[in-house]
Structures are given as C-alpha cells and as structure tokens.
C-alpha cells in the first residue's frame, strides 16, 4: 500500500495505480483516488475528496467537506461539518455526519444515512435506502423502488418514481408517495400522508425497523398523532391510528379505515370503502357508488352522490352503544340501517332502502323516489319506548317491508304479520289516524294488544297496499 500525507496547507494529493493511503492533515486539501482501493482522508479544513476507479473509502473529517464517489461501490463519511456527498456509478454507502449537510446516492443501489443536522439525502437513480435521521431532513427518493425513513425530527419525505416505501419516524412529518404503487406509514407525530397517482397504501401506524443484512419492518398498534392522508389519482388504502385522523381519498376508489379517534373520512371521487372503527367520526362518500360503516355511535355518516350503502354496527365498546348516529343517502337509491341506539336517518333522493334498527329512531324518507322501510324485530319500534318517526312517507308510493319479520321466540314469519282493517287483532298490524298522521300498531305475541307502534308523520290513508308482507 501507498501511503501519502499532505501538510498544515492547502495540498494536492494524487494517487498510484496501487492501494492508497492518502490523507490531507492541514489545510484545505483536494485529493483524487488513484486506480486501487484507496482510503482517503481529508482530516481538519475544507477538502475536496475524489474517489477513483477502485471500491474506495472516503472520510472528511471536520471542516465543510466535498466527497465525491467514483465508478466503484464507494464509502464517504461527511464527518463534522456542512458537508458535500455525492454518489456516482455502483451500490454506494454514504454517511452523511454531524452539520446539514447534502447527500445524493447517484446510480446503483445506494444507502444514505443523514445522521446528525437538517440534512437533504437523494438518492437518484437505483433502488436505494435512506434514512434522514436526527434534524427536520428532505429525504428524496426519485427513480427506482426506494425505502425512505425519516427517523427522529419533522421530516419530508417523496418517494418519486418507483413502487417506494416510506417511514415516517418520530415527528411532524410530511410524506409523498410519487408516481407508482407506494406503501407510506406514519408514526408518533401528527403527520401528513399523500399517495401519489399510483394505487397506494397509507397508513398511521408505528413501524419498527431493524437494520442489519436483512431488515425487518415490524407493524404496531398506532400512536395518538393526529395524522392527514391525501390519496390522490389511484385506488389507495389508508389506515388510520388511535388519533384523530383526516382521511381524503381523491380520485379512485379506496378504501379508508379510521382506526380509534374521532376521525373525518372523504371519499371523493370513485366508488370508495369507508370504515369509520370507534370514535365519533364523520364519514363522506361524495361521488360514485360507496360503503360507509361505522362501528359505534355519535358518528355522522353522508353518502353523497351515487348508490351508497351506509351502516353502522354496535360492536365498538363491547358491542354498547348508547349514542345515535346520524345517516344520510344523499342523492342515488341507496341502502342505510341504524344501530341499536336512537339514530336519525335521511334517506335522501332516489328510490332507497332503509332498515330501522332498535331504538327510536327519526328518519326522513326525502323528496321523491319509491323507498322501502324495513322492520325485523318488535324490538325496532317498540310501543313502550315511543317507537320510531317517519317524515316524508307517500301512501301509494313508499312501503313498509315486513317479510322477513320475526316473532317470540325469534320465529320467522316468513309470510310477514296479518293485516287488519278493522283495529287490533292478534298478530296483526292495524293502521290509527291521529289528526294528519298516522300510527302504524302491530301485536306480535297474540294477545291482539299493540307491541309494536311507528309514527307516520302528516300521512293519512294507509292501506294494506302500503305494506310488504310476501
């Protein structure tokens, strides 16, 4: 091995076609790699270290550095200061040091660490792996299938073109997923995720990762950051956290899962999949064909434009639900059914389909349309509890659906319940009129007394061609 030592000034320092020792010392050196292995170092001063043809080993110490790889797998340690890191052909590993410093992989299959300062780590061309680490670092991506993690500080990271991943790390992070199929996570922070025009999966759970020759990612039950995630063009998953996340889906159609949290979900364009989970959440379909669900009460769920089916589900909170919820069709013919709680549902334009669950429910059959409002159980609408109101009911137009209604002990009639014209009768429903309104009464354990009672608000004459009983 060659070895070759400058002084306390400025020197120019060449190397052989051997291995090389070469370092600056003093001074603001400039040292160029021979064609051998070459370890090079520029110690104190404000070097410019250039890599040769061989798989060479660059360190700047302190001052504000220049390192430049060569055609070989190169190593550069930015050391101390703002330093320079430039990566050129073949698989690199660059080390970015203490300082703000700027790193750029080149082409190859690089890995860049921004370690300590406000660092901006690229990794150009490749599939590359980098890591912003401490300070508020710009991590890019840009061609190739790319891991980008931010580490700890309130990061930015793109993904670029490729089907990249991306880890937020610890802080306010802001991460964009690029042109392809991106799979981007969050963390502790109140991050901000935007997928691209791939079709992409976003989520705001912890991740861990583990270095070493095969790193592991490993998926934990979501911090309180109370996240945003923006889907853009493509068909995009996004997975909310135990905060209170704000979902946008874009165009495309996605699918969007709140988590724990008082969530806000908007589908946007596209038919979209939005579950609202536990929390008090506000659920958006707007435009195309959408499925909301919602997994406890309290949440207002709006299917906007198109054919939605809406529902919410006690299985939050131990299957207890002692809030309503809020239900609205929107325009389209749409399906929506409640909850065990007293929930108010709109049903909107269009010809919809309305199952009125347990409780005492409010719903508003909307402007226009044919609708059908389902009962199955005495326990929808029970007498003693006030039973349920329907606004905006059509004798002639509207039904009520019995043919699948159950009686004690939970025995299908599969012929649906009698009809009488002439007031109570046993296993019957019956129609009363109270001023401009009427009420629908109906026994269903045979002793001809009403179990069973729904108020039909400014609606009078109906007649057994209102109800669906086979």
Not at 244 to 269: H, K, P, T, V
Not at 368 to 381: C, F, K, L, P, Q
Request: aromatic residues 10%; glycine residues 22%; negative net charge.
């Amino acid at each position: 091995m060659v070895t070759r030592n400058g002084t306390k000034h400025g020197d120019v320092i060449i190397g052989s076609r051997f291995d090389d020792l070469l370092r600056g010392l003093g001074g603001d050196d400039t040292i160029f790699s021979g064609r051998g292995a070459d370890s090079l170092y520029g110690h104190s001063g404000d070097d410019r270290l250039n890599a040769g043809e061989g798989e060479d080993s660059l360190r700047g110490g302190s001052g504000d550095d220049l390192l430049t790889a060569g055609s070989g797998d190169d190593t550069l340690y930015g050391d101390d200061g703002d330093d320079s890191l430039t990566g050129d052909d073949g698989n690199d590993w660059l080390q970015a040091g203490i300082g703000n410093d700027t790193a750029f992989g080149g082409n190859g299959a690089d890995t860049i660490h921004g370690y300590h300062g406000n660092d901006r780590v690229a990794g150009g061309d490749g599939a590359d792996l980098l890591f912003g680490n401490d300070g508020r670092d710009i991590v890019l991506g840009q061609s190739g299938n790319d891991t980008l993690y931010g580490n700890a500080g309130d990061d930015l990271l793109r993904g670029g073109l490729g089907d990249d991943l991306l880890f937020g790390g610890a802080g306010k992070n802001t991460l964009l997923g690029g042109q392809n199929q991106d799979l981007i996570y969050g963390h502790v922070g109140n991050d901000r995720l935007y997928g691209g025009a791939g079709n992409d999966t976003l989520v705001g759970h912890t991740v861990l990762y583990t270095p070493g020759d095969n790193p592991r990612y490993q998926i934990r039950d979501a911090f309180a950051g109370k996240d945003a995630f923006y889907g853009g063009q493509g068909h995009d998953l996004m997975i909310g956290g135990s905060g209170d996340d704000w979902f946008d889906g874009g165009n495309g159609n996605d699918g969007i899962y709140g988590g724990s949290g008082d969530d806000r979900l908007w589908g946007l364009a596209g038919d979209d999949t939005l579950y609202g989970d536990e929390g008090h959440d506000s659920l958006y379909g707007n435009e195309g064909h959408d499925q909301l669900r919602d997994f406890s009460g309290g949440d207002y769920l709006d299917g906007g434009d198109g054919d939605d089916k809406i529902r919410t589900l006690a299985v939050g909170n131990g299957g207890v639900v002692t809030q309503g919820s809020t239900l609205v069709g929107g325009n389209g013919h749409d399906t929506i059914s409640g909850h065990i709680a007293d929930d108010t549902i709109f049903g909107g334009e269009g010809n919809d389909s309305i199952e009125a669950t347990s409780g005492n429910d409010i719903v508003d059959l909307g402007p226009g349309g044919e609708d059908t409002i389902a009962y199955y159980y005495v326990e929808n609408s029970l007498a003693d509890s006030g039973g349920d109101t329907i606004f905006g009911f059509e004798p002639g137009i509207d039904r009520f659906d019995f043919f699948f209604f159950y009686v004690e002990p939970r025995v299908p009639l599969f012929d649906g319940p009698g009809w009488s014209d002439s007031g109570p009768a046993a296993n019957s429903i019956w129609v009363v009129t109270l001023n401009q309104s009427s009420l629908v009464r109906m026994d269903n354990d045979g002793d001809a007394e009403y179990d069973f009672q729904v108020y039909v608000a400014n609606a009078t004459g109906l007649t057994e061609g209102d109800f669906l009983f086979v």
